[in-house]
């Protein structure tokens, strides 16, 4: 292969887990493969916590992989590369230093002639749309210029590859749009420096919007499911239909049920070792009440909810796959759809919602069943929190279980069918239906 062709990142078979106390490890990805090549904008989609942001620091040589190997322009990334540079969702500003010293502190900790880092940090300013802001500090700025400064940073050691994780997620609505329309602008025009992007995003039309090719992680461990090619030409119109059609076919991708995913620790519903979300059932019930009502009436698009609520997809999906493990809806095809308990609890009064909640709740969350037996068989009717956090870890991270334990008591607590004092950390038939 030539020089010209060959990929500027390889990624192959890389695999990473870090330790648990309890002397096990804690995959978090898993047989990882990936090519960015001169020219490519290649977006990593997925939920909280399927590893994008965890392979982006491997790239960028803040860590090691487990297994597997990372190379830039052919050679095995061991360290910090000089070729990548990284932009974050959090601003990461020295708030002491000057948007011009902010810019200039990496060419200066590469030791670069003080001319060159006079002229570059000043171009990588003015490309960025910062001119003018030289002297102004951090503080001094809108989310937006501050972020505008991490671009300009990353930017003015020239690197082949930018990497950006979720930059602009931290930015209200109208400024990342102004944010990603600069940026998009730059690249496509070849005014900046950098050859391939990897962009990690949990917005769909995000990745959309910007990508050439996206590939959708899954979880637990982290993992690529399928690759989308985008070839859309820029810039894109979020009412063209293929654009339509393109986040609809993403939707349906990462709601499908796979072979893969079809483990304990899956929703829905599987056993007690299922990974609960912490979703508030005033939320499920006002998705219920949406769903319902015109103009969805009983079936909706899952884009279309996403819009209308305007929920990202860590907020949705979950949301979502939360009322499908209790038959309150199904997902298919991208589309939801009202099941009969789920019109049910939307007729009923307060209390009868309860009823419904609670029904649907232990018929189908065998955890919550589970607390409220091992409740009903104790002569106390109460039992420590400890008694089912120590039996979730031995499905799940002793973090995902706090987290599962605490969804339960949300939906149990709602639903009357058991009580929590959070103080004494203990389970009781205190109130129950």
Not at 28 to 34: A, I, K, S, W, Y
Not at 165 to 190: H, I, K
Request: some cysteine.
């Amino acid at each position: 292969m030539s020089a010209v062709t060959a990929p500027l990142l390889e990624v192959d078979n890389v695999r990473k887990a870090f330790p648990r106390g309890d002397g096990g490890e804690l995959l978090v990805l898993d047989g990882v493969n990936l090519r960015l090549s001169e020219g490519q904008l290649v977006g990593l989609l997925g939920r909280s916590g399927s590893g994008k942001s965890t392979l982006l620091r491997l790239i960028a040589g803040l860590s090691r992989p487990s297994a597997g190997s990372l190379a830039y322009r052919g050679e095995r990334i061991s360290g910090p590369p000089l070729g990548i540079a990284m932009v974050f969702q959090s601003f990461a500003l020295f708030p002491w230093l000057t948007v011009y010293d902010n810019v200039a502190i990496g060419l200066e900790a590469r030791r670069a002639p003080t001319d060159e880092i006079r002229k570059r940090a000043l171009a990588a300013i003015d490309l960025i749309g910062l001119d003018g802001y030289e002297s102004a500090y951090p503080r001094e700025l809108s989310g937006g210029m501050r972020q505008r400064v991490g671009f300009a940073r990353a930017l003015v050691v020239q690197p082949d590859i930018l990497l950006m994780d979720e930059p602009f997620s931290a930015l209200d609505v109208l400024t990342a749009e102004t944010l990603r329309t600069d940026f998009l602008e730059l690249w496509t025009d070849g005014r900046m420096p950098i050859r391939g992007v990897i962009l990690v995003t949990h917005n769909i039309e995000e990745a959309v919007l910007m990508c050439d090719r996206i590939l959708i992680f899954g979880s637990n461990p982290g993992r690529i499911l399928t690759e989308i090619p985008v070839s859309l030409p820029q810039p894109r119109n979020r009412h063209d239909p293929a654009f339509a059609a393109l986040v609809e076919r993403i939707y349906v991708e990462m709601t499908l049920r796979r072979p893969a995913d079809a483990r304990p620790e899956a929703l829905p519903g599987q056993g007690i070792g299922t990974a609960l979300p912490r979703v508030s059932p005033n939320l499920m019930i006002g998705l219920l009440e949406e769903l319902a009502s015109a103009p969805f009436n009983g079936k909706a698009d899952l884009p279309e909810v996403a819009s209308r609520l305007q929920l990202q997809i860590d907020d949705l999906f979950p949301l979502a796959e939360t009322l499908q493990m209790m038959r309150f809806v199904q997902i298919e095809g991208g589309d939801l759809r009202l099941l009969d308990a789920g019109a049910e609890l939307v007729r009923a009064d307060v209390d009868e919602r309860k009823k419904i909640f609670a029904r649907q709740l232990l018929g189908y969350v065998p955890l919550a069943a589970h607390v409220r037996r091992v409740l009903d068989e104790r002569a106390s009717h109460a039992a420590p929190m400890s008694r089912f956090s120590d039996e979730l870890e031995d499905f799940m991270a002793p973090e995902a279980a706090e987290t599962t334990l605490r969804a339960a008591i949300s939906w149990g607590r709602y639903a009357e069918v058991f009580a929590y004092d959070d103080a004494k950390a203990m389970f009781s038939l205190e109130n129950p239906t």
